[in-house]
């Protein structure tokens, strides 16, 4: 059974470097089939998807969020992680991490497994 | 690409049958897919390519549509079923339905 686990600091103050890890059991990171994508969901708000990294370490992020995002893989540890800089209110949030499904040729994308989250505040 | 969900919040009984919708901006052929997110849960897997049930999701689940409209329904409410519905295509998700007991 393919399980994630999302783990962070809980209270990071503003400016500062967000970072977060998801770690995946049940099934390899380095299997072609699937993405790794973290999605993130502000208070009492929806769905925003944040970016995703691939098998091969190739990453794909939210434009307007670029600059800030990195993303990467750890397979020895069956892992991947999120940093985000320049944290602010606005990027206080639940922090999901998901197997992200996509079929390249057709372009559909589905996020079948995900982890349980993890609560950001950001406070001084 | 914009998904727009109706109605905001849906108000009905344990039995009765659900009807929700997702509009998309532009076409999407049928790539769409639905989750249920429970309160303080994460969301879960329903509904993929329009139509597919994910794996273990109860037959009352079903997914329909192309092109810019889709529906999810659910054939007969049971008390677990009382979430917050989201669609999704691609990268982006629509606002969400809420179903509610009435």
């Known amino acids: 059974q393919v399980h994630l686990q999302e783990s962070g600091p809980g209270l990071v103050k503003p400016s500062e470097t967000l970072s977060l890890t998801c770690s995946v059991s049940?099934?390899?990171?380095?299997?072609?089939?699937?993405?790794w994508a973290w999605i993130r969901q502000r208070p009492g708000k929806g769905l925003e998807w944040l970016g995703y990294i691939s098998h091969s370490g190739t990453t794909y992020y939210n434009p307007p969020l670029r600059r800030r995002l990195k993303m990467s893989l750890d397979k020895s540890e069956n892992l991947f992680s999120l940093k985000l800089t320049s944290v602010t209110a606005a990027d206080a949030a639940v922090y999901f991490c998901?197997?992200?499904?996509?079929?390249?040729?057709?372009?559909?994308?589905?996020?079948?497994?995900w982890g349980q989250g993890t609560h950001l505040i950001v406070s001084s | 690409i914009v998904l727009t969900q109706s109605p905001g919040t849906l108000s009905l009984s344990p039995g009765e049958r659900a009807t929700l919708s997702c509009r998309a901006s532009?076409?999407?052929?049928?790539?769409l897919a639905w989750y249920q997110q429970r309160p303080g849960q994460a969301p879960s897997l329903l509904i993929y390519d329009s139509s597919n049930r994910a794996t273990g999701i109860p037959a009352r689940f079903s997914g329909s549509g192309s092109g810019t409209d889709f529906t999810l329904t659910i054939t007969s409410l049971e008390p677990e079923d009382f979430a917050v519905y989201y669609c999704q295509q691609q990268l982006t998700f629509g606002g969400g339905t809420k179903v509610e007991i009435k």
């Open positions: 049940g099934v390899s990171i380095r299997g072609a089939d699937f993405y």
């Open positions: 998901a197997r992200e499904r996509l079929h390249v040729d057709s372009g559909s994308v589905w996020f079948d497994t």
């Open positions: 532009q076409n999407v052929s049928a790539y």
